[in-house]
């Protein structure tokens, strides 16, 4: 997805590359340069050559250059070879360190993704598909007991009443015929249009030709699904491969269930 920043999970805040101010001073000695290209023949004032002397100084002691500082009184042609000859130089260096600090990057951010996708694999996939994060922290809650009413807080004493809630909630229902009105009753009741005979084939095998028709009609291109295995790959295995899988979709289909792995 080009051109879409994707979060991976805590990344880090990313620090100010080396080759930023190798570059910083690399203008510098550049315009020293320029300056003594429109200044040849003519006279150094002090602080200018203070100026200069210092810019040299510093890159001397920054990068382990060995750049003569400025001594003549004015701008000589031999200032200027020097100034281009130091300039090639660090500008060489400026290059090397930028591919290597891009290469530093590159590995950082793989290794990033690997551990995304190891450890926070739902969070990558949220962030690649754009799904909103909504999420309720239940930390409390308001229970009455005997007309009295109760905030309970603890962590524990919560998680024991959620859980309690929603057994009461979700328990499976007893219904009692005997006390249900007509309209109940009526829901209740099996319908009519639907042919029962319909269900009389779901626990049978899958047979070849029900397989094959239903490969047949499979979109080449659809994304696998958690066994990773798409439908090209599975067109195009033998016979006996095909029985496997077959009998894989049937066990699938009778214990309602589909395997991670």
């Not at 969070?123 to 009455?144: A, G, Y």
Request: with cysteine.
């Amino acid at each position: 997805m080009l051109g879409k920043k994707i979060s991976v999970g805590n990344t880090k805040a990313s620090k100010l590359r080396e080759s930023n101010i190798l570059k910083k001073d690399l203008r510098k000695l550049g315009s020293i340069s320029q300056i003594c290209t429109k200044n040849i023949g003519l006279q150094i004032d002090n602080l200018e050559r203070d100026r200069v002397n210092t810019i040299i100084a510093n890159i001397n002691s920054a990068y382990e250059t060995d750049i003569e500082y400025i001594t003549e009184e004015v701008w000589t042609e031999e200032n200027l070879v020097m100034f281009k000859l130091w300039w090639k130089i660090l500008n060489a260096k400026l290059m090397q360190k930028r591919r290597k600090e891009d290469l530093e990057e590159i590995n950082s951010a793989v290794n990033q993704r690997c551990e995304a996708i190891q450890g926070e694999l739902k969070h990558m996939l949220s962030s690649l598909l754009e799904r909103s994060s909504k999420r309720i922290i239940l930390d409390r809650i308001v229970k009455e007991d005997n007309f009295n009413t109760i905030l309970i807080n603890k962590e524990n004493e919560v998680l024991e009443e959620v859980r309690i809630h929603f057994e009461s909630q979700f328990r499976k229902r007893k219904s009692q015929e005997d006390h249900m009105s007509s309209k109940w009753k009526n829901i209740y009741s099996p319908i009519q249009e639907i042919d029962s005979e319909i269900y009389n084939d779901l626990d049978t095998n899958i047979s070849e030709e029900e397989w094959t028709e239903a490969l047949k009609n499979t979109k080449p291109k659809s994304a696998p699904g958690l066994s990773g295995i798409s439908y090209p790959l599975i067109k195009k295995v033998g016979s006996l491969t095909q029985k496997v899988f077959r009998h894989l979709a049937h066990l699938c289909i009778q214990d309602g269930e589909i395997p991670l792995k």
